[in-house]
């Protein structure tokens, strides 16, 4: 399992900051370098995979088993544990590998994972051949939810 982890204090309300993550992708786009995000998208669709054409059930709504983009929820928990939410996300498009986002809010941070279980040598050269826009969209996005 490869991972890419951030943690970032929370600059804005707790609430505001998991309304922001729930409203992730569809018609608000992503937080950090969305113009690469609709390119993975165009890629998935060139690989036979449903790029980004799936959107979303609703704007500001998440339950697990909903579509996001290229993404399906695992766990869309927003209520059960006061001190905490978490949103996983199950990529579903085309990779050499399996891949998930977790975002977990607690009431002073934001974690943020992108863990990928690659299969085999190719797998774990598109991991790093990926890593340096790792590098700089998702410690932004983290940034920028936090906000």
């Known amino acids: 399992m490869l991972r890419d982890r951030q943690c970032v204090p929370l600059g804005a309300d707790r609430e505001k900051v998991i309304d ?3 409203s992730l992708g569809g018609p608000f ?6 113009w690469a995000w609709r390119a993975r998208g165009w890629v998935d669709r060139i690989a036979g995979g449903t790029g980004l054409r799936r959107g979303r059930r ?19 928990d927003r209520a059960s544990d006061p001190d905490s939410a978490r949103l996983i996300l199950y990529a579903e498009m085309k990779l050499p590998g399996e891949a998930w986002l977790d975002f977990e809010i ?31 969209l998702f410690p932004r996005m983290a940034v920028r939810l936090a906000k």
């Open 106 to 136: 607690t009431r002073g941070e934001l974690r943020q994972t992108a863990t990928f279980r690659p299969r085999g040598l190719l797998g774990r050269l598109y991991w790093y051949a990926i890593l340096p826009l790792h590098f700089l």
């Open 20 to 22: 922001r993550v729930w």
């Open 58 to 76: 609703h704007p500001r709504e998440l339950r697990a088993g909903d579509a996001l983009d290229f993404w399906r929820v695992v766990m869309a």
């Open 29 to 34: 786009g992503w937080p950090s370098m969305n």
